[in-house]
């Protein structure tokens, strides 16, 4: 004679759904919260160091800035592929992160102004600078101030 209890198989199922809960949530939480080591150098369009440019991801979360010789090291989520520069007198450089690179080097414009032009003509000069920002590059590693003769970036250009 066997006495069965009532609720006892719902209690059962009950603890599997929610053991079964628990795993699932763990594992997301686990993807979505890796980060990755980025480490690099920025200068500036006359190949000068840059110290304290905020570097940014998503346009408002600071991740880092540069020390006094424009090296930084920051952590940012894997998935995150543009990263954004900003700093006093500079102009504001977003970059697109090309392939797995784990170290990067930026050349960032300095800002410019420019009395009595339409801003139609101010963006094709920002535009004509910005153009210029590899050949810089690799003005920067022929003078050893970078490592690497390509960028392991792209830049995206923004208007005003």
Do not use: W
Not at 13 to 35: D, H, N, P, R, W
Not at 113 to 141: M, N, S
């Amino acid at each position: 004679m066997s006495i069965e209890f009532p609720g006892r198989k719902d209690n059962y199922e009950m603890k599997k759904l929610l053991i079964l809960f628990i795993v699932f949530t763990a594992s997301i939480c686990g993807v979505y919260s890796q980060s990755k080591t980025i480490e690099g150098r920025v200068i500036s369009e006359h190949l000068e160091t840059l110290p304290g440019v905020f570097i940014m991801i998503d346009d408002s979360v600071e991740v880092g800035m540069t020390d006094l010789n424009g090296f930084f090291k920051i952590d940012i989520p894997v998935s995150e592929k543009k990263i954004l520069f900003k700093g006093v007198g500079m102009e504001p450089t977003t970059i697109e992160l090309v392939d797995e690179c784990d170290k990067i080097e930026v050349v960032i414009m300095l800002s410019s102004t420019y009395d009595f032009i339409t801003p139609r003509r101010v963006e094709r000069k920002r535009k004509k600078r910005y153009k210029k920002l590899p050949e810089i590059h690799k003005q920067a590693y022929e003078k050893g101030i970078f490592k690497s003769c390509d960028p392991c970036v792209s830049y995206v250009f923004t208007k005003y």
